[in-house]
């Protein structure tokens, strides 16, 4: 009878290694910053990572940006640091209600604008429900998420802050992330009206980034050369849907860049895009 049971001991000592071992196996081979452009059709969600840490700009048009977030979350990793909501467009929007229910998020940013649609609304009640710090950031505030790393909001302050906008693409949060000597831009769906405006009134602001996620998935109100002169990236990402309704990203967009020497990576085309940073260069992976 004794030896029956340890016999069973040990074999159930040995299925809970073997259990281990597989989760250990699963986990991220180093501890390197990506930033993830995850394929969510016609939308932006955008994953900042490093080891635990994580920062989640936008949540795409539906619940995918769950699939893409769990394939790269270290394992038992229920916590995102941050999240940014660009602006209150359902392409951007979505997800990041699916995001609350199935991760602690410690701290939200948001434009401040006012929106009435249904998934806003959803998404303000779940912050307050949940307790979640959330925060109107100024102009040029920053955070250091990790050694090495800042991240820093662009636009647009207070401007919208408690108010109704024609035009929520201009409410955009614009961020700048920077890890050790390479930085990636991100535009949100700012247009070339406002993109002017943050630059006359931020004039001493360095746009310059090796990574630029190009505002409006490619729309030709996104950008223009005063945009890419002021960043001068080497890579620029297109989030944009297959076939989708609008023609985005239009040619004339993909034209300009193209004469600016920049290499275009689209998700509509290329899937996810992670690029894997490192004081010295940059890898892309697709």
Known sequence: MKKKLVKYIFGLLIIILVAIWAEIAKSPKDNGLKIYFF??????ATLVSKGDYQILIDGGPS??????????MPPRDREIEAVVLTHPH?????GLNQILERYNVKQIYLSGVLHTSNQYLEFLQKIKDSGISSEVPQINQQFVPFEGAV??????????????VDNLNNSSLVTKFCYLEQCA???????TDAQA??????????????????????STNGTNQTLLEKVRPKYTVISVGADNKYGHPHNATLKL????????LRTDRDGTIIFELSEATIIVNK
């Open 90 to 94: 359902a392409d951007h929007l979505v």
């Open 63 to 72: 619940s995918d940006v769950l699939s893409g977030v769990g394939e790269v």
């Open 197 to 218: 405006e943050m630059f006359m009134g931020n004039s001493l602001t360095d746009y310059s980034a090796q990574i630029l996620k190009i505002s409006h998935h490619g």
């Open 257 to 264: 860049i193209e004469q600016f020497g920049v290499s275009i």
């Open 151 to 164: 991240f820093e909001f662009l636009w647009p302050g207070d401007k919208y802050r408690n108010k109704e």
């Open 185 to 191: 831009l991100f535009m949100g769906d700012l247009e």
């Open 39 to 44: 394929d969510v059709a016609q939308g932006d």
